[in-house]
C-alpha cells in the first residue's frame, strides 16, 4: 500500500484492473514520491508476445476500472519486471530502478 494525497492505494487493485486489458503479460504497481501528493502510482508492464498497447491505451484501460485518485500518474512499458529464483515479482528492485532515474 503507499499514501497518495492522503488516500490509501493499493497495488494488487490497480494491477488486477490492468491484467483485464489483452495485452498485459505481466505487471506491477509502485508507489513514488511526488511533492504534491506523497507518493504516487507507476504501473510496470510487460506485454504479451506480439500484442502491442500503447501507454495512452493502459491509463484508459485503467481510468475505465479505477477510481480517479488510484490511477497511477504514469505507465512504464518493460521488456521485463525482476524476479526471485521462486518467480515472484521484487517490487522493491523495482522501485530502486525509478528512484536512480
Known sequence: MFISG???VYPAEIENA???H???HMCA???IPHE???EVGKACVVLKPGEEAFKEDLMDHMREHLARYKVPK???VMDAL??????KILKRELREQ???K
Open 6 to 8: 492522503g488516500e490509501n
Open 18 to 20: 490492468l491484467y483485464k
Open 22 to 24: 489483452d495485452a498485459v
Open 29 to 31: 504497481v509502485i508507489g
Open 36 to 38: 504534491r501528493w506523497g
Open 74 to 76: 504514469s505507465v512504464e
Open 82 to 87: 525482476p524476479l526471485s529464483g521462486m518467480g
Open 98 to 100: 525509478f528512484l536512480e
